[in-house]
């Protein structure tokens, strides 16, 4: 069963190596395509199993549960990790076009790849050192890719990217040094049944106040997502579309992992600060994009403000709400990545992302335009693009939790997005070039252009297919969120049904007491 | 035992906690090195302090005979160490390359990649559309 499990870790590790010894040649960036196509059929595969037999695990090196690292994938897990490998297949391509040869030699296709490998592995692990282990995997590779061509931005951009989460990394691993020190156990399924029996429950709450502010800044949460905007509007493309696609929501993933398997014990204190630094972190992050002039800089703001959207579902921890995050989770990586992708072309046929430099590309490629109005308006919350109906349900759930100023501020955090959506159009496909251009897609070439406009079609075209057919996507949600508000089928796959079953009795013999 | 170390804890965070309050980015870094470090303490100390009782198994026995060291801890600290080696090398080595090519180490100035309000908006586009070297001098 573990094979399932540890191919979609071992390909992109392959892949990067691969590519790190042809990365002189152009053959790199085809073999990271090849790579990430494998990675999407091995992701497949895993869902297809998890969609069958439940809650998969596999105990690495046959280490028993919870001596060993265990590898789970229930199916949070599996879909976060297909739609990595769909993100990764996307903007490998695109990397065809977008990044430079110089960039190639000093090794992107191989960072990606690895960076790729940090994600699936942070998505698959039910042993919080390893999880922060793949953190740190994501991590270095990050700061690769993001400094890679050294322009004084980067460097600027990067020093604030790498000492925030460097800090963020430090709390991480002392909360975990701690939980161990209180349970003496690192897998997360194991915590989950030791951690409510802890007698020390005050102690637990601060531990898991350290987790919140790691998984925070990773995360771009209020008030610690400075690093965010300071960053991702400075390296390549197919950069910042795989950072803004992937990189916060391991941090959401993350968050929503530990706040619903291990820290469920003193929900009123936890999950009442989440509510309000979620509320607080969709409107500060879609007034940062309201104040910004720059394609790139505007997106930014705006993983904030979405993030706070997922965050809101955890935070309220009802069934609906958790569909809600999952749901907005899926959605939102596809339509970031292509809005990032998107403004790569923008950039390479009027030479800017600044919106005051730019324009008339709806009159000179107005397939452009028709590709970036899909997610523009599905993050903005358009009925029927995907970006609705992750709304509606969000909504929904905090209007039913009678959350009534969060739900308000949901719906005008929705409406100010479609603002900054509005100011991109005005500016960077109504308006006339300033200087006159007529920036058309028939100027790149031919290979360059599919290589670009291919798979900003192909996630379009995707936002498109949740939007109109939502329900099963929704259905998969459902049931995605009534694993992750009943762990039991978790706990019992990893530790075995022996010692989840002794646990249950235990802690009925507790109860009764 | 664990009381002394819990308080060199306490003061490394603190010491580290005021030197990465440092808008001097090589303060941050010398910061971090602390911090990382007692990170690592606290792992160590999680998973509580034996005196000489060396975690080895008699040949053909499955279990120690008594309480000996935890070797768990020592195995996350010294991953912990490698990786945040690791890291820290490539942040001094960012923070160099940054200073030698922004000119100064002091976090308020590096305003590149998010000028100022004004200096963003005040210059007009067409003359740093032509001219960027004067909007990079104006940076600097």
Known sequence: MSWVLSIPLAIPFLTAVACYLTRDTPRAAWISVAGSALLLAASAVLMAQVLAEGVIAGQMGGWRAPFGITLVADLLSAVMVVITAITALAVAVYALADVSAVQERMGYHALFQVLIAGVTGAFLTGDLFNLYVWFEVMLIASFGLLVLGGTREQLDGGIKYVTLNLVSTILFLSGVGLLYGMTGTLNMADLAVTVPRLENQALVTVVAMMFMIAFGVKAALFPLFFWLPAAYHTPAFSVSAVFAGLLTKVGVYALIRMFTLVFTGDTEFTHTILLWVAGFTMVTGVLGAAAQQDFRKILSFHIVSQIGYMILGLALLTPLAIVGAVFYLVHHIIVKANLFLVSGVANRLTGSTELGRIGGLYASAPLLAVLFLIPAFSLAGFPPLSGFWAKYVVVKASLDAEAWVLAAAALVVGALTIYSMTKIWAEAFWKPHPEGHAPVLSALPARDRLALVTPIAALAVLTCVIGLAPEPFVQFAERSAAQLIDPSDYVATVLGADAAEGAARIAALEARE | ?140
Do not use: C, K
């Not at chain 2, 010294?78 to 080696?85: D, E, N, R, S």
């Not at chain 2, 590096?110 to 309000?117: D, K």
């Open chain 2, 1 to 140: 035992m664990e009381q002394i170390l819990a308080i060199l804890i306490g003061v490394l965070v603190a010491a580290s906690v005021w030197l990465m309050l440092s808008r001097n980015v090589v303060r941050f870094l010398f910061g971090l090195v602390l911090i990382s470090n007692a990170a690592n303490l606290v792992i160590f100390t999680g998973g509580r302090l034996t005196l000489g009782a060396p975690p080895l198994i008699d040949e053909g026995a499955e279990a120690p005979p008594a309480l000996v060291a935890n070797a768990l801890p020592q195995a996350l600290v010294l991953t912990a160490i490698v990786i945040g080696f690791g890291l820290l090398a490539f942040a001094l080595a960012l923070v160099f390359r940054a200073y030698t090519a922004l000119g100064t180490v002091d976090s308020d100035e590096m305003r590149l990649a998010e000028p100022p309000e004004g200096e963003e908006g005040a210059a007009p586009a067409s003359r740093r559309a032509t001219t960027p070297h004067l909007a990079r001098e104006a940076a600097e």
